[in-house]
Nanobody, 123 residues
Framework: QVQLVESGGGLVQAGGSLRLSCAAS????????MGWFRQAPGKEREFVAA????????IYSDSVKGRFTISREHAENTVALQMNSLKPEDTAVYHC????????????????WGQGTQVTVSS
């Protein structure tokens, strides 16, 4: 089992920045891919970004590309999401996810999910 704990959410004005962090603990696989999904009230869960174990491969949704950056620190088993130029439509609960193997934008492929952290962007 892998446990994921997110931190760093909060309230920010439009145009501002936030940095989310996710710490993985428990059993850690040698090829653990990690990423982020988000879900706003009344909306479907949406893929945000993901990064593979080697850090060579990252994927982003079109809605955040150029504004968000995903990165990881292997020594600390953490993954971060730097969010810049935030918009009110970025308001959602952000969930950290992980899976063994290649990352993907499909939520059904991820085995491990964090409880989520709230991000609210005011206009």
């Amino acid at each position: 089992q892998v446990q994921l704990v997110e931190s760093g959410g909060g309230l920010v004005q439009a145009g501002g920045s936030l940095r989310l962090s996710c710490a993985a603990s428990g059993r850690t696989f040698s090829n653990l891919g990690m990423g982020w999904f988000r879900q706003a009230p009344g909306k479907e869960r949406e893929f945000v970004a993901a990064i593979d174990w080697s850090d060579d491969y990252t994927i982003y949704s079109d809605s955040v590309k150029g504004r968000f950056t995903i990165s990881r620190e292997h020594a600390e088993n953490t993954v971060a999401l730097q969010m810049n130029s935030l918009k009110p439509e970025d308001t959602a609960v952000y969930h950290c996810v992980a899976r063994e193997g290649l990352v993907d934008s499909s939520s059904s492929l991820y085995d491990y999910w964090g409880q989520g952290t709230q991000v609210t962007v005011s206009s």
